[in-house]
């Protein structure tokens, strides 16, 4: 079983930083994928970031990744999301997400593969 709590969200300047955090406590006996999703009423949740815990391969999509970075602790318990030149339109719901499996997988953006998920973190970026 896996449990993922966000915090860090809030409110920033247009251009500011902000950095998410997400507190896992999962089995350490499985591969995990884990990621951050973000969303805004009416639209599908998007993903941000994507880290594999047992290779450490990140991804990020064109949209965010000169300005954002997925991170894991040295513990594997905590996975950061720092978000920097924030946007407008990096306003959202900000949830982390997690899958486990077992031989070897790529840790893509499709929601649908990811079965544990947080409560969610709201940031706003105003101008």
């Known amino acids: 079983q896996v449990k993922l709590v966000e915090s860090g969200g809030g409110s920033v300047q247009d251009g500011g930083s902000l950095t998410l955090s997400c507190a896992v406590s999962r089995s350490s006996y499985s591969k995990y994928c884990l990621a951050w999703f973000r969303q805004t009423p009416g639209k599908e949740r998007e993903a941000v970031a994507t880290?594999?815990?047992?290779?450490?391969?990140?991804y990020l999509p064109d949209s965010v990744k000169d300005r954002f970075t997925i991170s894991l602790d040295n513990d594997k318990k905590t996975m950061l999301l720092q978000m920097s030149s924030l946007k407008r339109e990096d306003s959202a719901m900000y949830y982390c997400?997690?899958?486990?499996?077992?031989?070897?997988?790529?840790?893509?953006?499709?929601?649908?593969?990811?079965?544990?998920w947080g409560q969610g973190t709201q940031v706003t970026v105003s101008s």
């Open positions: 880290i594999n815990v047992d290779t450490s391969r990140t």
């Open positions: 997400a997690a899958f486990a499996y077992y031989d070897s997988t790529d840790c893509d953006g499709r929601a649908g593969r990811y079965n544990h």
